[in-house]
């Protein structure tokens, strides 16, 4: 396989991410698009999961949400879902104009919160004609209820309500870290340890662009985005899921109870341990393998 740097306008944004072309396939070839969850930037294992898909026949398009990472976009650590879905749907329009790539074969792939957008893209565009959803949220204010202290809510909401005064009023938007430095207590979008350990550790000195940072408003759009309502109308397009089953930060629970509401054709895939175990080890290695399948299967000329 050859990976190459690309770029693309997504409604006036520059994304900026990597191709993957596969050595010898058939051309045209099937095609997988590919963003990260909620702050991360592609090189947090997307490089993995690509070179699977690639070494299997698959081109791969893997890129940088906006805001971060090496895309452009301001203000620096905006996450705002919707945008990101369009992203997604700008990313295809990119992808299937790309040399060698078969336009109607189309498969989407999204872990965390990108695993969020690509139900909410498969349902709503059709030309995916495959996804992959690896531990997904499913809902923004269930999921919010589980890591935020209910005592917490009220202030958390004046923030809100103060930030969104200060903007219309010319100030830059308020931020928060993504996780915790020092003390599990500090103020936080994603309190969890797990999460704490998995981007202030190693992973560091592969994802040189990320930033602890995000802005306060990212974490409303969170808890008002309810990406499990368009599980029912993603079918026909096969749907594959992943869910972790000690995963604490997208609640398993939540994900399978989403699973129920999802239409044939679809597939559940239950690995052990927690939501950044997803990506490493054991859990990477059957997964991917699942995944690879399942995208070669309804990719399939």
């Known amino acids: 396989m050859t990976r ?5 306008q997504a409604d006036g944004t520059r994304l900026r991410g990597w191709l993957y072309e596969p050595d010898g ?8 698009v590919m963003a990260h969850g909620f702050s991360a930037t592609k090189e947090m294992y997307l490089d993995d999961f690509a070179e699977v898909f690639a070494a299997a026949g698959l081109g791969v398009l893997v890129y940088d949400n906006r805001n971060l990472g090496e895309s ?4 620096r650590g905006e996450i705002d879902p919707w945008r990101q879905v369009q992203d997604y749907r700008s990313a295809i329009t990119f992808g299937s104009q790309l040399d060698g790539v078969d336009p109607d074969r189309i498969g989407v792939w999204g872990s965390s919160y990108s695993g969020a957008h690509t139900l909410v893209v498969a349902a709503i565009d059709r030309r995916v004609r495959c996804v992959v959803s690896q531990v997904p949220l499913v809902s923004g204010s269930e999921n919010g209820r589980r890591l935020i202290r209910a005592d917490h809510f009220a202030g958390l909401r004046a923030a809100f309500d103060a930030d969104r005064v200060a903007r219309y009023n010319g100030e830059a938007p308020a931020t928060i870290p993504v996780t915790w430095v020092h003390d599990p207590a500090e103020p936080c979008a994603l309190p969890t340890a797990d999460t704490h350990d998995f981007f202030l550790g190693p992973i560091q000195d592969r994802a040189k662009t990320w930033q602890n940072e995000v802005t306060l408003r990212s974490v409303e759009m ?15 397009t ?24 999802a239409r044939e054709p679809k597939k559940l895939l239950v690995l052990p ?6 990506y490493t080890g054991e859990n990477f290695t059957r ?15």
């Open 4 to 8: 190459r740097e690309i770029e693309f």
């Open 25 to 32: 396939a058939e051309r045209p070839y099937p095609l997988v």
């Open 72 to 75: 452009d976009g301001e203000p």
């Open 222 to 236: 969170f808890l008002e985005y309810e990406p499990g309502a368009y599980l029912p109308l993603i079918s026909p």
């Open 238 to 261: 096969p749907l594959l899921l992943v869910v972790a089953a000690k995963d604490h930060l997208t609640p398993a629970d939540l994900a399978l109870a989403g699973y129920e509401t």
């Open 273 to 278: 341990g927690g939501h950044f175990e997803a």
């Open 287 to 301: 997964s991917s393998a699942v995944q690879r399948d399942w995208f070669t299967t309804h990719l399939a000329s």
